[in-house]
């Protein structure tokens, strides 16, 4: 009984962790090809753009680890 549930814990965990590199690797994408490609801008990929596109992604990141955070202490 035990087993099966810290199988449950750490699938839950495994889950989580790869939803959270998902969600960092998209806000990444999206925010460098928005300042890759957004009209009116320079079209240039420079320190500041990548340190922003890097703290985007590290917030779609935390916004997904709480989101799922709060789903599984609903479900319990």
Request: aromatic share 10%; charged share 20%; glycine share 10%.
């Amino acid at each position: 009984m035990i087993d099966q549930q810290q199988g449950r814990e750490q699938s839950s965990e495994a889950r989580r962790r790869s939803a959270g590199i998902a969600a960092f690797v998209a806000g990444l994408v999206v925010t460098l090809a928005f300042f890759a490609f957004f009209p009116g801008l320079p079209h240039v990929i420079d320190w500041g753009a990548i340190v922003v596109a890097v703290l985007v992604g590290a917030l779609a990141r935390w916004i997904c680890q709480s989101w799922m955070g709060k789903r599984d202490q609903e479900s319990e």
